[in-house]
């Protein structure tokens, strides 16, 4: 456990210099009635994203904001500040989070939070602003007050500029009940609501651009996210596989715990050829996986799919070939890219790191048995028909036992 420091004691009051991590939420602010359940989701994901680190932890909802507290940071040293860092920088990767802040906790004393300020602005050279609040209107010093203290205090130390407008650096201080928080800007959050609060997704995931976006995007909606990948096995190599292996593990920093299967897709792909899919091969495969996508979802409990499909980027994404899609399966299927450019895409691959992965070379299973024209206006009935030749559903069934599981861990 913690130590639990009392600001009001006054061996300590003045002496109290505690690093810490402090959260500023994103929308689950405007939550209203469930709010308590939503806040808690998010205290559990902050744990386990610093889980693994072997840091104990300590996390504390205040009237807006999130404190996270290593133990005995408030004894100081360098081993503490370290720690502090390495959760504030696991935590920019938390959904649901607006901003992460490295902060100094001190006495609820004027002089301690002027001092604390002052300290921190040293390492932000260039203009600056002081932002002050009280959330106790008992403290004995106005905003306005500390504000212009900590301001002047800085130009004579430093010889910083002060810019209102357009500061380089903005040093925040909070008078909270028990304590003062004082911090920089810090790092912007990934937004977005808590994983997990909407719910669990399974996300058909080649070895492309598109997909890991797919599912970034939905965790950021809430969507705790598994991951099925189809590879050409037998007929390719196994590139693919470790290509989905290390998006995984990059998606992975954004909710922890993630779960991959991998389906052996070739030899199912060759009996839809010799069913003779023809010109349908392409939009035959993409229905078979989504069937082996729902087969598996009902066994992790998934209530949605998601795919990377983007209006007409291919010929498998006409929208009567997008409508046959959806007449496979009755899970809902998400798409989260739907309306995005191709340009658009790849700048969010590049900004959550999994582009440089997707431009990997592999043989993706999609590659192997395209027919020489693709249909880009599929008949349902027709689908239908090659389906009912191979026992589609049973294929999906028996491929989704067969999948393997992968849990990538994180180095
Ligand atoms: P990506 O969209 O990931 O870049 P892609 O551009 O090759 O792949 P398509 O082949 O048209 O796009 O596939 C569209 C969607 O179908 C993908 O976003 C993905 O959700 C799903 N998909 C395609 N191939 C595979 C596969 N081998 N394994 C799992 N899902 C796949
Ligand atoms: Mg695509």
């Not at 001092?115 to 010093?141: E, I, M, N, W």
């Not at 997704?201 to 099925?228: E, K, N, Q």
């Not at 192997?368 to 559903?393: G, H, N």
Request: hydrophobic share 45%; charged share 25%; glycine share 8%.
């Amino acid at each position: 456990m913690l130590p639990d420091v009392q600001p009001a004691d006054p061996d300590t009051a003045g002496q109290l210099r505690e690093p810490c991590v402090l959260l500023k939420l994103g929308e689950i602010v405007l939550k209203g009635r469930n709010r308590q359940q939503f806040e808690r989701l998010l205290h559990e994901n902050i744990r386990r994203a610093v889980r693994d680190l072997g840091i104990e932890v300590r996390v504390w909802q205040r009237e807006g904001v999130i404190v996270v507290r290593v133990a005995g940071a408030d004894r100081g040293g360098l081993l503490a500040e370290s720690a502090v860092d390495l959760i504030a920088e696991r935590l920019t990767y938390v959904m649901g989070l607006a901003r992460v802040c490295r902060a100094i906790r001190v006495a609820k004393d004027p002089e301690a939070a002027i001092c604390a300020a002052v300290a921190l602005a040293a390492g932000c050279p260039g203009s600056f602003a002081v932002r002050a609040r009280r959330r106790d209107k008992r403290f004995p010093v106005t905003s306005a007050e500390l504000a212009i203290e900590i301001g002047s205090r800085i130009q004579q130390e430093y010889g910083y500029q002060v810019d209102l407008r357009a500061p380089d650096t903005t040093v925040f201080v909070e008078v909270d009940q028990r304590e003062v928080f004082v911090f920089t800007q810090g790092w912007p959050g990934q937004g977005g609501l808590p994983v997990g609060m909407s719910g669990r997704g399974l996300v058909l995931m080649s070895g492309g651009i598109d997909s890991p976006v797919a599912a970034y995007r939905m965790m950021r909606r809430g969507l705790r996210c598994h991951f099925l990948h189809f590879s050409g096995m037998p007929l390719t190599g196994p590139e693919s596989v470790y290509k989905a292996y290390g998006l995984t593990r990059q998606l992975d920093r954004y909710q922890t715990g993630s779960r991959l299967f991998v389906v052996a897709f070739g030899s199912a792909q060759r009996l839809l050829a010799t069913s003779g899919a023809g010109r349908l091969q392409i939009v035959a495969q993409r229905r078979l996986m989504l069937k082996t996508g729902a087969a598996l979802a009902r066994r992790l409990r998934a209530a949605a799919l998601v795919t990377g499909d983007s209006l007409g980027q291919v010929a498998s994404q006409t929208l009567t070939n997008i409508t046959a899609l959806d007449d496979a399966v009755s899970l809902p299927i998400l798409r989260p890219l739907i309306g995005l450019d191709k340009s658009e895409i790849m700048a969010e691959a590049r900004r959550i790191a999994t582009l440089a992965i997707s431009e990997l070379p592999d043989q993706d299973c999609c590659s192997l048995l395209t027919p020489r024209q693709v249909e880009t206006k599929a008949r349902i009935e027709d689908l239908r028909k090659i389906e009912a030749r191979l026992d589609a559903d049973d294929l999906a069934e028996e491929l989704a036992a067969a999948a393997q599981e992968y849990s990538p861990e994180r180095t």
